[in-house]
Structures are given as C-alpha cells and as structure tokens.
DNA sequence: CAAGATACGTCAGCCATGTTGACATTCCAA
DNA sequence: TTGGAATGTCAACATGGCTGACGTATCTTG
C-alpha cells in the first residue's frame, strides 16, 4: 500500500501547516459529503442515522442486527430507535433467522430500496464530480490515506462483505 | 488541479462499486478523524463543537463571531453556547471591534492555547501517521479529492486566512 | 434437563448540539 | 435621525448519541 519512494526523503510535506490544511479538507469536505443526502432526508422523518442504516443493510443485506451494531458503532438503544421507524414505515424488513432464530436479518424492502437509491445516487453524484476532477491517480491516493485514518476495527468493516471484486 | 491524463481514458475508477468504496471510506476515516480529540473531550464538559470552535479561533485569532458562524456553519444560538461556556471557564476572550464596535474579536487565552495544543496534537498525530504511511503523492491526491468534494463556499472558507502559502 | 450466555427489544431519562422564533442592545452609515 | 447590521439571549423543540435496568426468546453447555 504505502508508496514511499521519494527518494531524497523530503518530508515537507508532514509539516504542521500541511497537517492542519488535511484536518481541515477533512472538515469542509464532510460536510459537502453529507450535504445532497441530508436535503433529501430533511423534508422527511429522517435523518443522517438512518441513511447509515439503511446504506449498509442495502450493502449487505441479511446482516443481523449486531452486524449493524458494530459496523455503525452505537448503542443497540440508538440503533433501535432508528430501525423501529424503518420497520413502521415499511422501508426495512427483519426476517427470523433460520439457524439462529434469536437473530434478526434484516432486508430492504422495495420502499427502502427505492430511498436509499435517491440517496446514494445524490452521495455518488458528488463523489463522481470530484472523482472525475481529481483524475485516477488522486483518487487512489485519496483512499489510501483514508484507510490508513480508519481504526483497524474500522478497516476491517470497511474491506466489506464481499471480497474479490475487482 | 485536475490530473487527467490517463491516457486511454479510463474511467474504471468511476465505477459504483469504487464510489461506494469511497463512500464508506469517507464514513469510517471521519470517525477515526474525531475519535482522538473525542475522546480527550469526553472527560470534560466539551465536545466536538467546542473542539471547531477553539480550532477556528486558534487558526485566525481576533476573527469575529459572525466569521466563525460563516466557518461552522451553525446558528447564532447555537454557536453561543457553545462560546459561553468557552468564555465562563476562562478558554477564549472577546475584544470589541476598535473600528467596529458592535463586532466581538475572539482569541483564545493560555487556557484556551493549552486545550487547542492537546486537541490538535491528538488529531495531527494521527493524520501524520497516516500521511506517513501513504507517502506525499497519495496525500496530494486526498487533498486534491477533498477540495473537489468540498462546496464553493466552503473551499473559499477553507483556503484560511493566509493566502500565499504554497 | 437445568443453567447460563447470547441476541434482541424496550422503557425511562440524560446530554450535546442542532433548529426557529422573538426580542433587546449597540452602533455604523446613509 | 433612522434603518439595518452585529451580537446576545430567552424559550422551546428535535435528533441522535448515551447509560441503566429489565424482559424474552433461544442457543449452548455442563
């Protein structure tokens, strides 16, 4: 992963200037990254929690409730309040399992499929444009520091469900 | 900015299964982002709008209340509260504006210095080990992907009040 | 089989941080 | 002198985190 072949070794760019303009990309861009997704949702009931709820049952679908708890790194508490309303309105469906009847999977249903569509579609629209502009080789880096940000828990659940899908 | 000379044109990396990546790992990197300073803060009666704040007004003292709400994007009620706090426990100072004395300028004290010093040093610790880790080439593409990701108005904001400094 | 562990749901309450709306003060500028 | 700008503040509310406590299936293990 780690491409560090500067050769002479200048690390100008580790200064603290460099750090803190990182720190702040990392403000400024999350907040344009959140921004499409959470104009849809606020003229409905919900909010940025369930969009995250819905994004990674729609990625992985038939993921247990735990699942989710890790993955998303609340409280059962807080994640039920959020499922319940996905339940109620019929956007999210559990389904007993089989071999483990204590566990729940969980399942879009067509309504669900239908918001996280609107909202990915605005997310990766977003995503595109600055991909596009950023050219291939930005966007390989961009992921890289990314992934060396993440806790290791977190790279972990990020590597996904399926693996060799390149 | 943009870097596009693939050559062949190969838009491969624009993909949904790479842009869903990008996604997650915009989402896992934020939460590793914040989890330091977090966790400082957690002790205290702060949390991260504290942190933004004394950020902001560390990185361009004497700035006023109304440019911090521009920066954070928050509203007046909202950003008060949190700057209370910040005044009642000795942490940033308000000087009224010499030219204009309806403005407040805002600065942090040695109180003030000393929390920002061990905030930042938990969120630039972490981002230089990752800018280590990923090498000067990948960090230029992050943040070449960040400001692409960023909205107009934020990118301005996020130039910072030097300009001259590449 | 009995007992403990696990997966999940739920009630109740607290906290941080966002929001609107309304109103007061001070001060600049036309 | 008057309108608007910059700020502060009170009140009320929503979202989405959290802890603690408890209940109910269901699985697992002695």
Known sequence: MAEQSTGGESLLFLTDENLRKGI???FFAYRGFTADPDRILENMDYGRAHHRAVHFI???PGTTVGNLLTILGVTKQSLNRVLRTLFDDGLVEARVGKQDKRERHLYLTDKGH???RALS?????????AY?????SAVQGFRTVLEAMMDAEQRRQYQGPK???T
């Open 24 to 26: 702040e990309a990392m």
């Open 58 to 60: 729609n990625r992985s």
């Open 114 to 116: 239908s918001l996280e």
């Open 121 to 129: 579609d605005a997310q990766r629209a977003r995503m595109r444009a």
């Open 132 to 136: 596009r502009a950023a050219g291939p």
């Open 163 to 165: 693996e060799g899908s």
